[in-house]
């Protein structure tokens, strides 16, 4: 094989490498740049836009809050911190009962919910979400009635003990 020692040279044309339509002129290529530049200027302008309606939004959004019953929002910011509104949007419960559940949360799960806010959340619950007729008989007679045995109860011994005593006097 022999091997040439200078360049090879080869039909091409250099013509083209380049892009279809290129710019040749000095105006051609200001032209192009100003096209761009106001391509850039638009983006920055609906840019700015987007972010004034993401404003307005937020806005909107933050008055329709505070436009909620401070009970309303303080129950959901409080509940909502360690469980979905969901675990307890179809429960029913008396005043007593909501009063209990808060309490248990607050007791045995670390809920940081200080006693002024207990009251308020407990009342809100109770009024949006209250007992039926059974659940109300339960949550209401039972107390009643644990106060009435506890209290019958020293009366009820008292007795059983008198009695020990006149049988056992009597034998």
Known sequence: MVFAAGPAAADIDISEYEPPGALESARQRAQMR???????????RRAEQRAAQERRERAEAAAREARRPYAERLTEQRCTACHTARNFADVRHTWLGWRLVVARMVWLNGAPIPLQEQSVITGHLAASRPADAFTRVIENGLPVLLIAIAASTPVVLGRLRARRRETRQQA
Do not use: S
Not at 34 to 44: Q, S, V, Y
């Open 34 to 44: 100003e096209g761009i530049a106001a391509d850039i200027e638009a983006e920055h």
